[in-house]
């Protein structure tokens, strides 16, 4: 089992910068930031494995940035240039297969399964 604590959320205005963290128990193979806001489906913001291979919705590209420490169990995840549409509620995920693991040849890659989530930073972006 995997446990995760985020932290880093908070209140900005339109054009200003958070940094997310999310620290987690053990090195999984992939970690990743999802969202939700009011009345949406969650949307995933952004991935990287453990080979530091990173994916990034299109609603956050150039914008955002993910990245780990060298021990691979922190994922941060630093926003920049926010804007209103980015408030929601942020959850970290990880997968429950270990770093070691990886993909089979020919496959998707990162090939992420998603098992483990935090309970949440809010992020407010106002106008």
């Known amino acids: 089992q995997v446990q995760l604590q985020e932290s880093g959320g908070g209140s900005v205005q339109s054009g200003g910068s958070l940094k997310l963290s999310c620290r987690a128990s053990r090195s999984p193979y992939c970690m990743g930031w999802f969202r939700q806001a009011p009345g949406k489906e969650r949307e995933q913001v952004a991935t990287i494995d453990s080979n530091g291979i990173t994916m990034y919705a299109s609603s956050v590209k150039d914008r955002f940035t993910i990245y780990q420490d060298t021990a691979k169990i922190t994922p941060y995840l630093q926003m920049n240039s926010l804007k209103p549409e980015d408030t929601a509620m942020y959850y970290c995920?990880?997968?429950?297969?270990?770093?070691?693991?990886?993909?089979?040849?020919?496959?998707?890659?990162?090939?992420?399964?998603?098992?483990?989530w935090g309970q949440g930073t809010q992020v407010t972006v106002s106008s």
């Open positions: 995920a990880a997968d429950r297969r270990s770093n070691w693991w990886q993909p089979p040849p020919g496959g998707p890659n990162p090939d992420c399964d998603y098992d483990y």
